[in-house]
């Protein structure tokens, strides 16, 4: 909420609680809006609705910002939302290359936000994958240039890693290497903190 609008957490109060079923529910007590939720992600996905039915405001990709009136309208009574379908993925491979190869933490911050905000809770995390790769064949015993000419540059990663070709782009930095590993670690940090499941890469099958 804070990085929504500076102060509008103050004018929110939020609720996680044990359930069954995954849920939020809105209601209202000594003149805030009370949203509750078994998850952060359903915390954040009931705030969005009450941003877009009660205010008419959408968190958007291209408007990642909200304007809250002198006074919030209350619900009149609770209002609960369950739903059945408990894994809500995002994201694939593609994306990673085509929207998101040079994104910094704080682009990612907003999206992870995003994602929240509309009830994602399993994104693909393959940010710094290539690191993982990096690691293990230097453990292998390959050279460097052996590692340049298999792993891909920033804007092809993904399509290296499906195995659909080699070293295409590269070769990368030290520099690349250290800055993807960090964003990864912090990407993952904050998507559990919101109670999401980051999904990581598998073997895709390269000999």
């Not at 240039?145 to 295409?168: K, Q, R, S, T, V």
Request: net charge neutral; proline share 4%; charged share 25%.
């Amino acid at each position: 909420l804070g990085r929504l609008e500076k102060g509008a957490s103050s004018r929110f109060v939020t609720e996680r609680v044990a359930a069954e079923k995954d849920f939020f529910e809105l209601s209202a007590r000594k003149g805030k809006v009370v949203v509750r939720g078994n998850t952060y992600v359903n915390i954040a996905a009931g705030v969005h609705y009450y941003l877009k039915h009660y205010l008419h405001q959408q968190v958007a990709w291209n408007n990642f910002r909200i304007q809250l009136p002198d006074h919030l309208p209350l619900p009149k009574q609770v209002e609960r939302h369950e739903t059945d379908l408990q894994l809500r993925y995002d994201f694939n491979y593609c994306t990673h290359s085509y929207s998101m190869a040079f994104w910094d933490w704080e682009r990612w911050e907003q999206e992870i936000d995003w994602m929240a905000l509309h009830g994602i809770n399993l994104p693909l995390a393959v940010t710094g994958t290539e690191c993982v790769w990096f690691n293990v064949l230097k453990k292998l015993g390959y050279s460097r240039e052996e590692i340049d000419a298999f792993i891909a540059g920033p804007g092809f990663l993904a399509w290296w890693l499906m195995n659909n070709l080699e070293g295409w782009g590269g070769p990368n930095p030290d520099s690349w290497y250290a800055r993807q590993e960090a964003l990864q670690k912090k990407i993952v940090a904050r998507m559990r903190e919101l109670d999401m499941h980051p999904v990581f890469a598998g073997y895709s099958g390269m000999v």
